[in-house]
């Protein structure tokens, strides 16, 4: 995929590997569902080199079967840079996108997307479909998966083994 530059911005930033330090931030989002006794998965976007949207599922706060992280966080960051179109941001996310959140974000024009834990049961980036590289879609989205995958996973293993218990 084409590089439009932003990605300058979140390589160069001190502090190890950016991606953790990105991801360390939707773990605590993701933290925050827990404590709210929602599933715990959080997502932040990026852009330039900032947070602009930081969430977590809310489905049963809001009563919302579309309340997942990424839903939320592409809906502020939509308000954040007054656009639809998110075609400099980065998401970051805990658990691998369901079909749902792929294809918003496909929508979006979300150029990439780095995520946590693999997701066995939905997940729609490499674990049950690929959508962000599906030819048949006119929208490709970069992605990275794995990034503080054992960190990730524990958080959700966690909580289901609490609510199992």
Avoid at 31 to 53: F, M, W
Avoid at 58 to 78: F, G, N
Avoid at 96 to 121: S, T, Y
Avoid at 143 to 149: E, K, P, S
Wanted: charged share 25%.
């Amino acid at each position: 995929m084409e590089d439009d530059g932003d990605d300058e911005a979140v390589l160069d930033l001190p502090g190890g590997n950016p991606h953790d330090r990105w991801m360390r931030l939707a773990l605590d989002e993701a933290r925050a569902a827990s404590a709210e006794d929602e599933v715990p998965v959080g997502a932040i976007v990026i852009a330039g080199g900032r947070v602009i949207a930081s969430a977590h599922n809310q489905r049963e706060r809001l009563a919302d079967p579309t309340a997942h992280a990424e839903m939320i966080a592409l809906t502020q960051a939509a308000a954040a840079v007054g656009s639809w179109r998110l075609e400099g941001c980065t998401l970051y996310v805990t658990l691998e996108p369901c079909p749902m959140c792929a294809g918003a974000i496909l929508q979006a024009r979300v150029p990439r997307v780095v995520w946590g834990a693999a997701d066995p049961k939905a997940g729609a980036v490499e674990s049950l479909y690929r959508l962000f590289e599906d030819p048949r879609l006119n929208h490709r989205v970069d992605h990275v998966g794995r990034v503080l995958a054992d960190e990730c996973g524990r958080i959700l293993s966690e909580f289901f083994r609490g609510k199992r218990g």
